[in-house]
């Protein structure tokens, strides 16, 4: 076959691919949403067989010929990086004997469903068993990867790749001796900003309005998105132009809504905002876990927490919100969405606690890994670590180890992503400051040359760039938490008057 011929071909595959994957992504957004809870078990089996016809094409010896007769050949760069991605799924499947990866996939649902009744019973015991296997697991198929110098460089390379170990434990250990110093500092204050009043009957429909409102100035594209209810949040990219958010509504605590909301769109103007000519091929995505995270957290707190954000959006937020924030100065309303405070729950912790929270997960399952611990210490160890950090033990297991769900379904090597994308946000939105007057854009309420400068610095790439090179390319130099940590003390400072 000619090149030309081989190259039409190999897209035509990757395009069989696709409409799988695109079948999935659908029907897993409608598991999340909308399916009567009879029509559950059905449907999850034909997930499950979809799954298995797309991971059957991925290893295919089609496959494989397209990509020993591709690689280094074409001279399209969409078609050359997305043989290179199919080769590393190929290599990283190919690795895992299939009767393995079936136990695994089998082990994955159980372990989820076991974990949500462990959590509900705080009963960890009844976890463990699972929780065991799961990390064998890992350490067998970290081993089967391969790795220089930690095994769980292995599972990091899932989800950021070229982060490794190393990296982490010299970034990690700064960030949290500057944050501990921060919450040191924050508690001798005597500044208490007042949350109660922020909990009043807030109807879903006025915080559905409100969140529109600010999602409509974000630019988030209702052509080619929605916005549905759920119990757990999330952004899911159907196709480019079909990014869908969900939320959560409390209507004691509009928090939980609108800033969730301002969250997942974040995922979502990534994804929308992906080159077009990128469809159908398995870069049409974010580049990782990570830089996706920076996406989110950015629109959240580096803008939606914002101090300008609320002096010049305080007006529109009153003209959805119940009458009771009339008498509140937006002073305090503001120190209130910015409490800072130690809690158990990651989820609900405050910008400068949560980082915190990801370097108690990431030592353990590093040490997990290693087998330098062992799964039935982790309660106790993770207690232990909690008081360390952030200065609180929590009672119970619900609020302690069990408290999410990632380890269930055996995402290890996840967690630093969370963490590594709040750097990489103040990293950018430092770069981002050289040619956009922030604080301006922010008072216009018009905030298409903030999502602009995402766009051409990295929304557009998709997985054409790796998330190490993405950061280099758009700031000039590797990953470095200086920036977070001093966006975060001049914040708390001006807040926290020390
Ligand atoms: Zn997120």
């Not at 991971?55 to 007769?69: A, L, Y």
């Not at 990219?237 to 939320?247: F, Y």
């Not at 990651?346 to 910008?351: C, F, G, H, V, W």
Request: charged residues 30%; hydrophobic residues 35%.
């Amino acid at each position: 076959m000619s090149l030309a011929k081989t190259e039409k071909a190999f897209l035509e595959y990757l395009k069989e691919q696709n409409a799988l994957r695109e079948a999935i992504t659908l029907i897993q957004w409608d598991l999340r949403t909308k399916i009567p809870k009879k029509g559950v078990e059905q449907r999850s089996e034909v997930v499950g067989y979809l799954s298995q016809k797309l991971h059957q094409m991925q290893v295919s010896n089609e496959i494989k010929g397209f990509i020993d007769e591709l690689k280094g050949q074409t001279q399209d760069e969409v078609i050359q990086k997305s043989v290179l991605e199919c080769e590393e799924t190929y290599e990283k499947n190919r690795k895992i004997p299939e009767v393995e990866f079936k136990e695994y996939v089998m082990l994955q649902s159980k372990g989820e469903a076991v974990w949500q009744e462990a959590r509900e019973k705080a009963d960890f015991a009844m976890f463990q068993p699972y929780l065991e296997k799961l990390v064998d697991y890992n350490k067998k198929f970290a081993n089967y990867w391969g790795y220089k110098e930690n095994i769980y460089d292995a599972l990091l390379n899932n989800y950021e790749p070229g982060v490794t170990v190393k990296t982490l434990d010299e970034v990690f250990p700064k960030v949290r001796k500057s944050l501990t110093a921060l919450l040191e500092k924050i508690e001798a204050s005597s500044v208490r900003p007042d949350t109660t009043l922020l909990s009043t009957y807030f109807p879903k429909d006025s915080q559905k309005a409100l969140s529109v409102d600010i999602l409509n100035r974000m630019g988030y594209d209702w052509d080619a998105g929605r916005l549905d209810d759920t119990i757990h949040p999330f952004e899911i990219t159907v196709n480019l132009n079909d990014v869908r958010i969900t939320t959560r509504y409390d209507e004691q605590d509009f928090r939980m809504a609108v800033f969730g909301i301002i969250h997942e769109a974040g995922h979502a103007l990534y994804e929308q905002n992906i080159d077009k000519k990128l469809e159908g091929t398995p870069l049409a995505s974010g580049t990782s876990m990570g830089i996706h995270e920076s996406q989110s957290l950015f629109w959240e707190n580096f803008l939606g927490r914002n101090k300008i954000f609320w002096e010049s959006h305080y007006d529109l937020f009153k003209k959805y919100a119940p009458s009771h924030f009339n008498k509140i100065p937006l002073q305090d309303f503001y120190h209130a969405v910015n409490e800072v405070k130690p809690s158990f729950i990651r989820i609900e912790a405050d910008e400068l606690t949560y980082p915190l929270h990801i370097m108690v997960r990431y030592e353990l399952e590093k040490a997990l890994i290693n087998s330098e611990i062992e799964v039935k210490d982790l309660p106790h160890l993770w207690n232990e670590k909690m008081g360390e950090y952030l200065g609180i033990k929590p009672t119970s297991d619900r609020e302690g180890v069990l408290q999410d769900i990632h380890w269930a379904g055996g995402d290890f090597g996840y967690f630093p992503s969370y963490a590594l994308g709040y750097m990489y946000a103040a990293q950018f939105e430092h770069k981002m400051r050289e040619k956009v007057d922030i604080e301006k854009v922010i008072r216009s309420g018009d905030f298409s040359s903030i999502r602009n400068w995402m766009t051409d610095n990295i929304h557009q790439y998709g997985k054409m760039k790796k998330p190490l090179d993405i950061l280099h390319d758009v700031t000039g130099e590797g990953l470095n938490p200086d920036y977070l940590v001093k966006y975060l003390t001049t914040k708390y400072q001006d807040i926290y008057q020390f």
